[in-house]
């Protein structure tokens, strides 16, 4: 005996769970989709300020200033020089408010005045490094030679000895940094030409400074 039909409502509710089903098929095959994402981002700034480096002088007791052109701070070396004569001459290096420290290096001198060729050339010194009463005991005992040694001088255009290195003490950022000190030891040798007598000649040291 034949199946009799299902009825039309119970073919319409199978219909319906067949779309349902299928509707979840193509649901689930898209459960590998990438999704999309919530973003945030964070930002940092740096300033950035060039330190300050910058240097004065004081020569023979002057005051401090900034001689950064020759032939800056002049100071004459008293006394009139005779064969094994030596005369003292102070020069102060320090660091202006506010800068950072550094070294400090000095060149071999210029040459100048009338008798360049004769009284300056014939002329010999010595540097140590004082801060204290710039004569001839700062030159005994065990100080720092930057030119010279206990037992040896150089011609006045000679700079610094080898190996040599001379510090500048960094500033506050209201006070310049504590000095750094050279005492000069200027000699007219023993056995100097007779013909040098009532001769002039003037020596420009320069001192370069470099931020450390």
Excluded at 26 to 49: I, K, P
Excluded at 159 to 172: D, K, M, R, S
Excluded at 201 to 209: G, K, L, R, V
């Amino acid at each position: 005996m034949p199946l009799e039909p299902p009825p039309r409502s119970r073919r319409v509710r199978a219909l319906r769970l067949r779309a349902v089903l299928a509707a979840g098929v193509v649901l689930g095959s898209g459960a590998g989709m990438t999704l999309a994402s919530w973003t945030d981002v964070e930002y940092g700034t740096g300033s950035f300020t060039g330190s300050v480096f910058a240097t004065e002088s004081s020569v023979g007791g002057s005051a401090y200033a900034a001689n950064a052109t020759a032939p800056g701070a002049t100071a004459t070396i008293s006394g009139a020089f005779a064969p094994g004569v030596s005369a003292y001459l102070p020069v102060l290096i320090r660091t202006t408010a506010a800068s950072v420290a550094g070294t400090v290096t000095l060149n071999g001198a210029t040459l100048g005045g009338t008798d360049a060729a004769t009284l300056g050339v014939a002329l010999v010194y010595r540097v140590v490094r004082t801060t204290a009463t710039c004569a001839a005991s700062a030159f005994s005992g065990t100080p720092v030679f930057v030119v010279g040694s206990a037992g040896t001088t150089r011609p006045l255009t000679a700079g610094q000895e080898t190996g040599v290195v001379n510090p500048l003490a960094a500033a506050t950022a209201g006070a310049p940094g504590s000095p750094t000190g050279f005492c000069f030891e200027v000699t007219l040798p023993t056995g100097a030409a007779n013909s040098l007598q009532h001769k002039s000649a003037s020596a420009t040291w320069q001192f370069t400074a470099v931020s450390g």
